[in-house]
């Protein structure tokens, strides 16, 4: 959702010397009463945004480099379960509303790095990229990914390898603000509290990530607008620990 919305934008594009420049800013404000993530068994929920987003493009012959900055300066996401949640430890009488900001992804803000360089050199190319989502303390957590693909082109097919990562790593401001008031309670307190603390633990782990994959693929341009692709999929995740294998063909048409 911080891709699109409504705001302002400027545009500059030259040459400075051998190389192309584009630079673009825009002021961008979001607002969506039913938001749920693309794949996700989430329920919709209220979510807003504003922000302001800069790209930074260069190519000098074949080389091709940029970075990207998005800083958010305030977005919320009322998730129901995490709400109630909130509600829960407020009602507790036990622990500062700190607790509950740094568990809720309410009136936040973020920065987003994004930084990329490609070479082509017509039967061969190579490019990569790495991004990181830094938020204010919250259920979300502070994701860095990367990627490197490579690839070669002969006559009229192109076979490619790609690998990458994504690393989700939990922010336990709420959990580790609420562990020593845990730890002081007698234990009969600390029964009836458990399903509260360790249920705050489970939500801030509930995006974490460890995982990496391959891509081995193929495409063929049997026709001036047509394409026939092939691609083999290998990802495993060791938080929470899965592995899963893809195998995808697809024909693109330009008309």
Do not use: C
């Amino acid at each position: 959702p911080f891709n699109s919305g409504e705001g302002v934008g400027l545009v500059y594009a030259d040459l400075w010397g051998d190389t192309e420049v584009g630079l673009t800013y825009k002021y961008i404000t979001t607002s969506v009463s039913d938001y749920s993530p693309t794949g996700s068994s989430t329920p919709p929920a209220p979510f807003s945004a504003e922000g302001h987003i800069m790209n930074f493009n260069f190519v000098t012959y074949g080389f091709e480099y940029g970075l990207n900055i998005g800083i958010v300066t305030d977005f919320s996401y009322e998730l129901p379960a995490l709400l109630g949640l909130g509600n829960a430890i407020s009602q507790t009488g036990l622990f500062t509303q700190q607790v509950v900001d740094d568990l809720l992804p309410i009136n936040d803000s973020a920065l987003l790095i994004g930084a990329n360089v490609k070479y082509d050199a017509e039967k061969w190319f190579i490019l990569a990229e790495y991004t990181r989502i830094d938020v204010d303390p919250s259920s979300f957590n502070i994701q860095d990914s990367a990627f490197v693909s490579g690839g070669i082109r002969y006559h009229d097919f192109t076979f490619h390898l790609t690998y990458g990562i994504d690393k989700g790593e939990p922010q336990y401001d709420a959990y580790d603000a609420m562990l020593p008031v845990y730890n002081g309670l007698p234990p009969a307190n600390q029964a009836a509290l458990a399903p509260l603390v360790f249920g705050t633990q489970a939500a801030l782990e509930a995006q974490q990530e460890d995982s990496a994959y391959y891509i081995i693929g193929t495409r063929w341009d049997f026709h001036p607008s047509a394409a026939l692709k092939l691609e083999y999929t290998n990802y495993s995740n060791d938080k929470p620990s899965s592995d899963e294998q893809l195998l995808s063909m697809a024909i693109d048409l330009v008309f």
